[in-house]
């Protein structure tokens, strides 16, 4: 075992211990596991044709009973066989939007500070353009211009929530370029992109993972806010089962098996990221570390 | 009141810390070097938003450009036209022009006030637009000042008791709100508060300002507010909570301030430190925080007008995206857009000139 290994062993250690003692994000944690267990077995247990409204089995709109644990909605299909399969939509669109949302952020936070002058300066002030402006509404117009489909919803997340996470970044990486190694380094003749993928990159890495979780739990909000606005991916995911319930009276009519469980599943897993991601940001963030 | 404010050159405020005294001020009244700082800051500040208020014209109509399909028959969506007229439609839209001629043409049009014309409603976009604004200030104006009073409130009493239970709890909300989509928020309100669940009765209306039979007079405005109430919570609800973080971590920083011990140690009651020395001097740049972050409440508002039918810009905007009607959808995203940029700027020059310590700086 080489030296290098049981330094990473050991980091990754000491990482375990500390995120331990984090008693909530631990909560969230386990939130989480389950949450994307239960999507991906859902394939393996539950027959998707039950989500086919021409093929849907029971009354329309029936409270819980022991065929329909959550009552039926519209049209008879199951809601919790909705719930299920929803939560790979919901899941997924949260995952991908953040990631994308985490390499652009990533990217021009990084640029911006390594480059100083005026490429650092055009690069901010569109940063900054993106951070004031209202990104629902941004991403309702990319949405509606771009047409329906996973990929455009991903897409209007993910160019409309970057710009937080670059001004971050941005902040980490003057730091980070102010230390002693990294000018040895340029002494010794390291270009721009050695200087910023070896020794900027690593350094940031933490910062950009504790900010992809809470990334994560907003990109959720947003899609389904996005979905039930009207702006969907064509898919059954918990925002568009929320529509449908708005659409066909299940609020006014007290059909509260149709509203309470997509909205309690989309709070819950929120919620669960929030807690991850702070716990992540007290692990890892050596600012906060002392204060904490 | 611990934060002074002068008004004009004659109330004289002192150099800043950095510049020899009487080297700016001297000639016929001129203005001081503090003010002459804070002019630059909010002259540096209008440029800056006269540019993205530039890169929203320039972004709304590449954006729009870039719908799918001919323009025309996109606008004028589910209209009959013969050939003929949409030829006539094209010209007029000025489809037939070079880009560049395009973009002037649409840029000049935008700066009178002209943005385009509904093919939904046959009327202007500006018009219908005119008509929403006052319904969303109502609501948005109302929401704002119980949310920022809320927060402002809750976040003092959680950092003067920090650690307690109160400070607990309300963190602990403020982590579930942010959690909570608006819009499942107001479809629960909605539910119980509207709708009525089992033994509680419907006493708020569903949707709408005012019901068709309104009554006339003062009894009018009872009737608005009444369906005002079930959408301001929700929006209260929405952004209250980070009013309340934000409140609560900038007290926080002051309650460790030396002249806070100062104010202890001559003897105030605990009231007074909090109220005449910490509070007023964390209020500021909670204050400012707020109107920097008004893009979500313009978000809350969109979200919040859907559920209740509320018959403001955010509805409009929500009709639009649906039909789509992309005339009305651009207007309404510049105007959006643009208003939440001037009350950044606005903010954030204010900002500069009601905190001393920022002004000499």
């Known amino acids: 075992m080489s030296e290098a ?67 039926t909605d519209e049209s008879g299909r199951s809601i919790l066989l909705m719930i299920m399969w929803g939560s790979r939509v919901s899941l997924l669109i949260g995952f991908l939007s953040a990631l994308l949302s985490m390499v652009i952020g990533t990217v021009v936070g990084i640029t911006a500070g390594h480059f100083r002058g005026w490429p650092s300066a055009v690069l901010m002030r569109v940063t900054d353009w993106f951070l004031v402006l209202p990104s629902l509404v941004l991403a309702l117009v990319l949405a509606a211009i771009l047409g329906g489909g996973t990929s455009t919803i991903v897409l209007a997340i993910g160019v409309t929530s970057w710009a937080s996470t670059a001004r971050l970044i941005r902040a980490q990486t003057l730091a ?25 990159l690593p350094n940031v890495a933490p910062l950009v993972l504790a900010n992809t979780t809470l990334t994560v739990a907003s990109a959720i909000v947003t899609e389904s806010t996005l979905a039930f606005l009207g702006a969907d991916s064509g898919q059954a995911s918990w925002g568009s089962m929320l529509r449908g319930s708005y659409d066909w009276g299940a609020v006014t009519s007290g059909a509260w098996w149709y509203v309470l469980p997509p909205g309690l599943c989309i709070v819950a897993v929120v919620l669960a990221f929030t807690l991850c991601g702070r716990a992540l940001e007290a692990v890892l963030n050596p600012r906060l570390r002392g204060a904490a | 009141m611990t934060v002074p404010i002068e ?12 510049e020899a005294p009487g080297k700016d001020t001297g000639k016929d009244g001129a203005l001081s070097g503090a003010w002459r700082g804070v002019l630059r800051y909010a002259l540096a500040k209008l440029g800056g938003a006269l540019l993205s208020i530039g890169m929203v014209v320039v972004a709304t109509f590449f954006l729009f450009r870039m719908i799918p399909g001919d323009p025309a028959i996109a606008y004028t969506r589910d209209v009959p036209l013969t050939p003929d007229q949409l030829d006539l439609l094209r010209r007029q839209m000025g489809l037939d022009r070079p880009l560049p001629e395009q973009f002037l043409d649409f840029v000049l049009k935008a700066l009178q006030g002209d943005l385009g014309t509904s093919y939904e409603y046959r009327r202007p976009v500006a018009e219908l637009i005119g008509e929403r604004l006052g319904p969303t200030l109502l609501l948005v104006g109302t929401g704002l000042t119980v949310a920022v009073t809320l927060g402002l409130w809750q976040g003092t009493r959680a950092a003067w008791n920090h650690g307690g239970r109160l400070d607990r709890f309300s963190t602990g909300i403020s982590l579930v709100l942010w959690s909570v989509p608006t819009f499942w928020l107001g479809l629960l309100l909605l539910m119980v508060f509207a709708a009525g669940v089992g033994p509680i009765p419907g ?15 003062p009894l009018y405005l009872l009737h608005v507010a009444h369906h005002l109430v079930l959408p301001c919570i929700t929006l209260v609800a929405v952004v209250y909570a980070q009013y309340l973080v934000v409140m609560r971590s900038s007290l926080l920083d002051e309650i460790g301030q030396d002249y806070v011990t100062t104010a202890r140690a001559k003897g105030l009651r605990d009231a007074e ?4 020395h910490a509070v007023p001097n964390a209020m500021l740049p909670t204050v400012t925080l707020v109107f920097l972050h008004i893009g979500l409440v ?11 039918s509320w018959p403001g810009l ?48």
């Open chain 2, 203 to 217: 006493i708020f209306p569903t949707r709408g300002m005012e019901d068709v039979d309104a009554p006339g007079g």
């Open chain 2, 314 to 361: 955010g509805l409009l905007f929500y009709e639009a995206i649906k039909g789509p009607d992309f005339a009305v959808m651009q207007g309404t995203f510049m105007v959006l857009c643009v208003a939440v940029i001037v009350m950044n700027t606005l903010a954030d020059v204010l900002y500069h000139v009601l905190d001393p310590r920022v002004r000499s700086a």
């Open chain 1, 176 to 200: 980070v370029e102010a230390r002693p190694y990294v000018e040895r380094s340029r002494v010794l003749g390291a270009g721009h992109w050695h200087v910023m993928t070896r020794h900027v």
């Open chain 1, 5 to 71: 290994t049981a330094r990473r062993r050991e980091g990754i250690a000491r990482f375990w211990r500390d995120y331990r003692a984090q008693r909530a994000g631990l909560y969230g944690a386990a939130i989480l596991v389950a949450a994307v267990l239960a999507s991906l077995a859902t394939p393996l247990v539950t027959d998707p044709s039950g989500l086919d409204v021409t093929r849907a089995t029971g009354a329309k709109m029936a409270p819980p009973s022991l065929a329909f644990p959550l009552g």
């Open chain 2, 7 to 18: 008004t004009g050159p004659a109330a004289g405020p002192a150099p800043g810390p950095g």
């Open chain 2, 298 to 308: 313009v978000q809350g508002a969109v979200t919040t007008e859907t559920v209740y």
């Open chain 2, 273 to 276: 430190v909090r109220l005449r």
